[in-house]
């Protein structure tokens, strides 16, 4: 496929654009990115699901040929097209580790993003997103329709926080969550520059995501950020924009063997809060129940069903089976006693 053929279509305010657009960049993918509902944002074709980011492929004759949602399917359809300064470790093994981390990003940390923008008790960040949302389609904006868009926007998206779990209740499992994920990159970071090495994984663009906003747009997640882990700040400044970055070939990834602790704390951190999540949505789908419950950290969390994490979950699962034997086992021994260990055992164990 010839490098002009993507656009990416998506807002600044939305981890997963950004998450994307980092990666189009890492990756040389040449790409137009259009913001949604701005002036360039024509003719473009529906995606299924009316969310952003939309990957936008261009036909033979340079007109658009299909659109698709969902920036882990995006990033795997990306892989399959273009070649070089890929995302997926050569280990199998380590592969498969990346994988869990970004779906740990993009399903949980995303919880602790939405928390930090809308929930009551940041009128600062609610007024900020309120503010800054209306305008990224159009910052020649008349202020009245500006105005009208702020109150609608934070109505909508301040009743919307018991869906994604930021609730009065969940308020400490998610603010926790947060400060120990900033304490475990902060030491990882003293010592590598991405979480599998020497180049970026799924996972460092997932959880970049989410960071992108909960760093550089909430007031109160940067202030916390800023103190618990400046390493991490930076990380995320370079994850944006790793266009230079230079990777020889397919060198620079850890492999199963040589796994630092830090990877060890954040399969744990994982293991605590993603994990029993994931397992508790998945099963209160199954049996069709109002709520997921769970513990994370011994603290009873709560929230609706969500029908898509069921999805991811099967997604980690289909992966994990995709790994031979050995792998699987190996995959087993690295993540015993981290509380992911629910995420790839067999129903029957
Ligand atoms: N699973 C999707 C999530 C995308 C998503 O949820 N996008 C949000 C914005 S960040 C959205 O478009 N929401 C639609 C809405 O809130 O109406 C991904 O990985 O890209």
Same mark, same amino acid.
């Given at each position: 496929?010839?490098?002009?053929?993507?656009?990416?279509?998506?807002?600044?305010?939305?981890?997963?654009?950004?998450?994307?657009?980092?990666?189009?960049?890492?990756?040389?993918?040449?790409?137009?990115?259009?913001?949604?509902?701005?002036?360039?944002? #024509?003719?473009?074709?529906?995606?299924?699901?009316?969310?952003?980011?939309?990957?936008?492929?261009?036909?033979?004759?340079?007109?658009?040929?299909?659109? @698709?949602?969902?920036?882990?399917?995006?990033?795997?359809?990306?892989?399959?097209?273009?070649?070089?300064?890929?995302?997926?470790?050569?280990?199998?093994?380590?592969?498969?580790?990346?994988?869990?981390?970004?779906?740990?990003?993009?399903?949980?940390?995303?919880?602790?993003?939405?928390?930090?923008?809308?929930?009551?008790?940041?009128?600062?960040?609610?007024?900020?997103?309120?503010?800054?949302?209306?305008? @990224?389609?159009?910052?020649?904006?008349?202020?009245?329709?500006?105005?009208?868009?702020?109150?609608?926007?934070?109505?909508?998206?301040?009743?919307?926080?018991?869906?994604?779990?930021?609730?009065?209740?969940?308020?400490?499992?998610?603010?926790?969550?947060?400060?120990?994920?900033?304490?475990?990159?902060?030491?990882?970071?003293?010592?590598?520059?991405?979480?599998?090495?020497?180049?970026?994984?799924?996972?460092?663009?997932?959880?970049?995501?989410?960071?992108?906003?909960?760093?550089?747009?909430?007031?109160?997640?940067?202030?916390?950020?800023?103190?618990?882990?400046?390493?991490?700040?930076?990380?995320?400044?370079?994850?944006?924009?790793?266009?230079?970055?230079?990777?020889?070939?397919?060198?620079?990834?850890?492999?199963?063997?040589?796994?630092?602790?830090?990877?060890?704390?954040?399969?744990?951190?994982?293991?605590?809060?993603?994990?029993?999540?994931?397992?508790?949505?998945? #099963?209160?789908?199954?049996?069709?129940?109002?709520?997921?419950?769970?513990?994370?950290?011994?603290?009873?969390?709560?929230?609706?069903?969500?029908?898509?994490?069921?999805?991811?979950?099967?997604?980690?699962?289909?992966?994990?089976?995709?790994?031979?034997?050995?792998?699987?086992?190996?995959?087993?021994?690295?993540?015993?006693?981290?509380?992911?260990?629910?995420?790839?055992?067999?129903?029957?164990?």
């Amino acid at each position: 496929m010839n490098s002009s053929q993507i656009t990416l279509v998506g807002a600044y305010g939305s981890p997963y654009s950004m998450k994307m657009r980092a990666v189009l960049r890492y990756r040389h993918i040449a790409h137009r990115w259009i913001v949604r509902n701005s002036s360039q944002d #024509r003719g473009l074709p529906e995606p299924p699901v009316a969310i952003i980011p939309v990957l936008v492929f261009h036909g033979e004759d340079g007109g658009y040929s299909d659109a @698709m949602v969902d920036s882990s399917p995006q990033i795997m359809r990306l892989e399959g097209v273009y070649q070089g300064r890929s995302l997926l470790p050569t280990d199998p093994v380590v592969a498969f580790l990346d994988h869990l981390i970004e779906d740990y990003g993009d399903e949980w940390v995303t919880k602790i993003m939405y928390h930090y923008r809308w929930h009551h008790l940041y009128p600062d960040a609610i007024g900020k997103a309120g503010n800054m949302l209306p305008l @990224m389609s159009n910052n020649q904006m008349d202020p009245d329709q500006h105005h009208q868009m702020k109150a609608f926007i934070i109505d909508r998206q301040t009743n919307r926080t018991a869906l994604v779990g930021s609730t009065e209740q969940n308020r400490p499992v998610i603010e926790e969550s947060f400060i120990r994920l900033l304490g475990i990159m902060e030491k990882h970071l003293t010592d590598h520059q991405f979480l599998l090495g020497d180049r970026p994984g799924r996972g460092d663009f997932g959880i970049f995501g989410q960071c992108s906003q909960l760093f550089f747009w909430e007031p109160d997640s940067a202030l916390l950020a800023a103190s618990h882990s400046p390493r991490s700040i930076i990380w995320a400044y370079q994850v944006d924009d790793l266009s230079s970055h230079d990777v020889g070939g397919d060198q620079g990834w850890l492999t199963r063997q040589n796994l630092p602790t830090t990877l060890h704390d954040l399969l744990c951190e994982i293991g605590q809060t993603y994990a029993p999540f994931m397992v508790a949505n998945d #099963r209160a789908l199954a049996s069709k129940e109002e709520e997921v419950i769970c513990s994370i950290q011994g603290a009873e969390y709560r929230q609706a069903p969500f029908p898509y994490q069921r999805k991811c979950l099967m997604w980690l699962r289909e992966s994990f089976a995709d790994l031979s034997t050995e792998d699987q086992e190996s995959v087993k021994q690295l993540l015993d006693g981290t509380g992911c260990e629910v995420l790839v055992a067999d129903e029957r164990d």
